[in-house]
């Protein structure tokens, strides 16, 4: 199984009461499905209701993976660092780097001198940020608008409050500079084809819950739980040729990404949804534990799959 945490679940028993209070550990820990045991258990009858509807659930709506302007709210919370490019003043195309912080709607706050020579300053401008994620992945975004002063006193001290959150460190208000952004070019990789999003949909979008903890999380599983690892891919991947190495590549709130390697077909990179969202570390914690128990049993033949398999694998082109 792949992580402990404060309670077990099984999702094929849905109503179970431990004899016995489990203690928490550390989640790179895990026990065993062999050793897990029901038999100190009380089940408890379940009551219920059957109602039809008309329309699909949102269960059945639901997207399996982040639309683009969630990625890209949830990359611009977790970069500081970016390329801000604008003509100079002789009318080169020029990118410098720069730290950044956001506001609530994802607005980018820049510390710059406003009397560099370098810049035209004539408002146009891009800032190009990117994430590195377990070395497998480099998703970006490049957010087009125009480079201004804000006039607002009362916002201008909230972007004042949101660099020292985020750096630690006061800043003087003259160099205070945001993007007011327009439009936003979104990429899942290096050598792939962007999608844009609009300054409406970014605004409005979430970033991802999970984002503060995700890079430790699949650090951790990459480690100390690749058995569990290669499971997933077996169980829950429709698979036509044998894989050599798998890797978690990230994972949010509805799912993970995995890179698997084949010595005759290549590279490819394959969604794994989690059954339901999770909102938090704790519930991501325990869907992991389910789905890996679960995968234990139907490689055992002791569970039969009641579940679709993924069908749908990205090859990677080197």
Known sequence: ?????????????????????????????????????????????????????????????????????????????????????????????????????????????????????????????????????????????????????????????????????????????????????ERILQMEDFQEDGIWVNSLDYKNAQPDPLREFAEELVNDINTNNMEDVNRFCNVYVDLEFQISEAKMIWVDRLGFDMRLYSPQKGVFEVRIPFPREVTDEKGAKSTFNCMSQLAWEVEKNFHVPDFEKVKQLKHIKS
């Open 1 to 181: 199984m792949l992580l402990q945490t404060q309670s077990l679940t099984r999702h094929c028993v849905p109503s179970v009461t431990p004899s016995k209070t489990i203690t928490k550990t550390r989640f790179s820990e895990f026990t065993s499905p062999r050793r897990v045991s029901f038999r100190n258990s009380s089940f408890k009858t379940l009551k219920c209701s059957l109602s039809t509807l008309s329309e699909p659930t949102r269960l059945e709506l639901r997207s399996t993976k982040l639309f683009p302007a969630e990625v890209s709210r949830t990359i611009m919370e977790l970069a500081s660092v970016g390329t801000l490019s604008t003509l100079s003043q002789e009318g080169w195309p020029l990118g410098v780097g720069v730290r950044f912080a956001v506001d609530p709607e994802g607005t980018p706050i820049l510390c710059l001198n406003a009397t560099n020579g370098h810049f035209s300053w004539d408002g146009k401008s891009s800032l190009h940020v990117q994430l590195e994620q377990s070395g497998l992945r480099t998703p970006q975004c490049t957010l087009q608008g125009s480079l201004n002063k804000p006039e607002d006193r009362t916002l201008l001290k909230q972007h004042i409050s949101s660099w020292k959150k985020r750096f630690g460190e006061e800043v003087d208000e003259d160099l205070i500079h945001i993007v007011a952004v």
